[in-house]
């Protein structure tokens, strides 16, 4: 990866814009880029100069695009779009999520289609750099002229208004803009509705859930793998060949993975030649299942990447006698593969859910309810009622947002998205999903433990190791939620997944392993 990013010119991936985020490449703007945008904000102030009639720089906004705005009046109409949209409520979104929505900003503005002037842009960079990032409240956008609440309160820093989070505190902007030396902006003609136009709230979270789901979809194949040991199942159905004669990408990717999670291992060649024929759906079926999900991911990160490097503003000025409104900031493109990667998500839930069920069914020569003196103990039997609720909160998360319309803006916004609530619907389901991936790694973990002396693999050895260093074995009740908790942080935090992968490097396994499926 590159130390430094072109904004405006290089193409942003998902990859790329995470690690903008978190400080790993630095954000620039070259001199090629700087002329165009130089040369957009020229096209501007001769539509301001010569009177001509443009929607957003000398006209009201919405309803009231027919209501001229003389030229003396144009920068006031500029903050007074920021401080009349900033209309959002409810708890802030994390910080990461702004940040990126600054990064997305900065991504469309920088191509030169919006007129705003070069200051502009280094003040959202300085922001960025500096890691002083606006507060933005999470409900109040209908995702479709733009995100207009939530951008809105991601700019009135710009004009000294709003707040600030100064580490983990939330300042008043002017405050942390005089610490800096900084004074408040005068926007000019067209800025403040370039800012607020676009669907950076919708993108930026898209972008993590992106990562997310990623994160969590390698980790259903771990998962999966390791209760497929537990429970002495089959990998015959992981066979290439299989997969070639249904060649969705996705179910190709998890059967390879599970092919070479579990090649060579000691309990599989312990029952070759049992008598069970096939294995549950919720093993022999999982390259479908996870398959499936991993193809609504690669859609969503195709998706994703097309919008990194669009302009959503609107007007678009090409020059000062070629201006387009039109409506590149609806949401409706990033709206439907959201929700599609919601149903996606859940489903790795309720496939995890069946296996947790499994294990403590006391099948396949596994004690009832996975702990050797189930009676006095209850053992693994109330996990799995936590797998069941939260299964079934994702079921009711999956009603797709896109599906509905409330008209806006007096009629003339009279289709919107919903795309910002896709957005934060996909992530309150991720969070319950690696609830849910914990506790069934703690399921198989302890089903593991039943059959030694036998050894799995190496990469599953060493997670199921990383597991027990966090997790003692379980021969009698204690407060379970201790355990998954501390599970939970594995996956959370990535430790899980780097461990997995560092092991899978070491014996040079083909894990994880293809190009299509990749954030940079």
């Known amino acids: 990866m590159n130390k430094y990013f072109d904004y405006g010119a290089d193409h942003l991936t998902v990859g790329i814009c ?23 904000e020229q096209s501007v102030q001769e539509i301001v100069s010569r009177e001509i009639p443009v929607y957003g720089i000398n006209t009201g906004f919405g309803p009231l695009c027919d209501r001229h705005i003389s030229e003396k009046d144009t920068t006031l109409l500029q903050s007074n779009i920021l401080k009349s949209h900033s209309v959002g409520v409810g708890k802030p979104i994390p910080k990461e999520i702004a940040k990126l929505m600054l990064i997305t900003k900065v991504q469309a503005l920088a191509q030169g289609y919006s007129g705003v002037r070069m200051e502009i842009l280094e003040r959202i960079i300085w922001h960025i750099d500096n890691d002083l990032i606006p507060v933005v409240p999470e409900k109040g956008s209908v995702g479709a002229s ?30 942390v803009l005089t610490k800096h030396g900084l004074e408040p902006m005068a926007l000019g003609p067209k800025e403040g509705l370039a800012l607020i136009n676009g669907t950076q709230f919708i993108l930026a979270f ?36 299989l997969h070639q004669l249904r060649p969705y990408k996705g179910s190709i990717l998890v059967a390879q993975n599970l092919h070479a999670l579990l090649d060579g291992s000691e309990i599989l060649k312990s029952h070759v030649n049992c008598e069970r024929i096939q294995d549950p759906y919720s093993l022999r ?23 990194l490097n669009s302009v959503t503003d609107n007007p678009i000025i090409f020059d000062a006698d070629d201006t387009i409104s ?18 996606a ?18 099948r396949y020569g596994l004690p009832k309810l996975l702990v050797p003196n189930a009676g006095l103990n209850s053992g693994l039997m109330i996990p799995q009622y936590t797998t069941a609720a939260l299964v079934t ?11 509905d319309s409330v008209p806006t803006s007096l009629g003339q916004e009279d289709h919107v998205s919903m795309g910002s609530i896709s957005a934060r619907k996909l992530h309150q389901v991720l969070e319950n999903i690696e609830y849910i991936q914990a506790i069934e790694l703690l399921y198989a973990a302890q089903a593991l433990d039943f059959r030694r002396p036998l050894k799995s693999t190496p990469v599953i050895e060493a997670c199921h190791d990383l597991v027990r260093g966090h997790v003692d074995f379980i021969d009698h009740d204690r407060v379970f939620a201790d355990d998954i908790n501390q599970i939970h942080g594995l996956l959370t935090s990535g430790a899980f997944l780097n461990r997995a992968r560092e092991i899978a490097l070491q014996h040079q396994l083909n894990l994880f392993k293809d190009d299509d499926f990749g954030i940079y």
């Open 206 to 241: 898209a972008v993590k859930a992106v990562e997310r789901l990623q994160n969590t979809l390698e980790i259903a194949d771990l998962a999966g793998a390791m209760s497929l040991e537990g429970l002495m199942g089959s990998a015959r159905p992981f066979d290439p060949r």
């Open 345 to 362: 998500a859940a489903e790795l839930g309720n496939i995890a859910d069946r296996r947790c069920y499994l294990m403590s069914e006391g």
């Open 18 to 40: 995470i690690a903008i985020a978190s400080g790993k490449t630095k954000g620039v703007i070259g001199k090629a880029t700087e002329q165009l945008i130089r040369a957009s």
């Open 393 to 403: 909160e994702n079921k009711t998360l999956c009603f797709p947002a896109s599906a």
């Open 285 to 307: 079926c999982m390259p479908q299942v996870h398959g499936a999900s991993r193809n609504a991911w690669l859609h969503l990160k195709e998706l994703t990447e097309i919008e």
């Open 326 to 343: 039109g409506g590149n900031f609806h949401g409706q493109p990033l709206a439907l593969p959201l929700d599609y990667a919601t149903v």
């Open 146 to 175: 733009g995100d207009l609440a939530p951008l809105a309160h991601l700019f009135l820093p710009m004009i000294g208004l709003g707040e600030i989070w100064a580490g983990e505190e939330r300042r008043p902007a002017l405050a």
